[in-house]
């Protein structure tokens, strides 16, 4: 599959920016950015991005509660959790609803590509 | 001397050392969750930047709905040097007592409740506040030394933190975050203070930070 559109949902400016600075400049990306949940969710459904990159920890609505309406809005979206909550509890849960991918914060440049590699090549998955 | 307000922080640096708080915490969360069976639920961190000699009620403010409390505290150095607070409602320490006990991570023998309430808090405290206040200084490039845990049980907020505690002429940092221990209705709070002393070096860190992702 071919990544065109980018959402990413975190409450911090900076995080947000973090996560621009890895996505890879090979191409122009369509990158959209929510502050919340609730702003995130509408997003969604209003650009369907290929990958959304969701925070857990967030006002308003927060990522868990998010993830799960994006795939009950769409069962075959891409979420990958970039979160600093790294209990495993948390982890388990995201993974069980339907992330992706779960990414440890500050996330890497290496991390992040490798895991829209595996979305161009196993979107399936 | 009169504290220099003009070395606050910009919103984009506060903005760093949130998202910075969040890892860190996040961090702590999740090593506490590996030595005793809790989820932590977490909150977004807050940085407040205030004259030192407000401080005290500030954060007798924030914990009031606690009525009385149980309290850890930790002093750490370093370049960002400064006091942990970490704030429970009070009954906490013996709620926690069960948790260590079932993973056997403490043995408290035949001690007194009070004892092994205060063991508890420690414990906890040494997690928290040190994996926390660790992986900050880890992100932030700085190696810092502790005191030990300070803790005490069943304080009234106004008690238990000396008018001494802070440098009046200063100005001061609060990185400040909430949290709830789930299943087990424990709520807490965890104040970081550091001083403009720190401000400076602070800055320099949180500007590398940012130039990393340019």
């Known amino acids: 599959m071919t990544i065109e559109k980018i959402l990413i949902i975190d409450d911090s400016p900076i995080a947000r920016k973090i996560i621009k600075s890895c996505i890879p400049k090979d191409k122009e990306y369509d990158v959209s950015e929510a502050q919340n949940g609730k702003e995130g969710l509408e997003k969604f459904k209003e650009n369907q991005p290929d990958v959304t990159f969701l925070d857990l920890t967030m006002p308003v609505m927060g990522g868990v509660e998010c993830l799960e309406a994006i795939l009950k809005f769409s069962k075959r979206a891409k979420v990958v959790v970039v979160t600093a909550d790294v209990q495993i509890k948390s982890i388990s849960k995201v993974t069980e609803i339907g992330a992706f991918r779960v990414i440890k914060k500050p996330p890497s440049k290496e991390g992040l590509q490798k895991v829209l590699m595996d979305i161009q090549n196993n979107p399936g998955e | 001397m009169k ?77 960002f040097k400064g006091i942990a607070f970490l704030i429970f409602s009070s009954g906490a320490g013996k709620k926690l007592i069960s948790l260590f006990q079932k993973n056997e991570n403490l043995s408290f023998d035949s001690e007194p409740i009070d004892a092994m309430e205060k063991e508890t808090l420690v414990e906890v405290g040494n997690i928290l506040i040190g994996a926390c206040v660790g992986k900050l200084a880890e992100l932030l490039g700085d190696i810092l030394t502790y005191s030990p845990p300070v803790a005490m049980i069943e304080q009234k907020p106004a008690d238990s933190i000396s008018k001494n505690t802070f440098d009046l002429n200063c100005t001061a940092i609060i990185l400040k975050t909430v949290f709830r221990f789930e299943n087990e209705d424990v709520c807490g709070n965890l104040f970081l203070t550091t001083s403009n002393k720190s401000i400076h070096w602070l800055k320099k860190a949180l500007n590398k930070i940012l130039d990393e992702y340019e």
């Open chain 2, 3 to 79: 504290a220099d307000h003009s070395s606050a922080l910009s919103t984009e640096q506060k903005e760093i050392l949130q998202e910075v708080m969040n890892i860190a915490f996040g961090k702590a969360s999740a090593d506490l969750a590996d030595i005793i069976d809790i989820y932590v639920a977490l909150s977004v961190p807050n940085i407040l930047i205030m004259p030192a000699s407000k401080v005290k009620n500030y954060i007798e403010n924030e914990v009031k709905d606690y009525g009385i409390i149980d309290i850890v505290k930790q002093q750490y150095w370093g370049e």
